[in-house]
């Protein structure tokens, strides 16, 4: 992720889960922070291959943390 083009292709793949509720990128950072819906479950596994499927790499994944 090197522009923000590829930003905001992340951020709207992401926010098309039925799930999220947000989505916050940082371009600067390369980091990626989605929110789950009240009550909804975000799939670490769900993230990681709609990231994947829109053409970018994952290098690491963490459960709970803030951007």
């Known amino acids: 992720m090197v522009c923000a083009f590829c930003a905001q292709g992340i951020e709207k793949k992401l926010k098309a889960m039925a799930e999220t509720q947000s989505v916050k990128v940082d371009l600067k950072s390369k980091l990626v922070a989605v929110s789950a819906k009240p009550g ?25 943390g803030a951007l």
Do not use: F, M, T, W
């Open 40 to 64: 909804q479950h975000l799939d670490p596994a769900r993230i990681k291959q709609v990231i994947v499927e829109a053409g970018y790499e994952v290098r690491e994944l963490k459960v709970g």
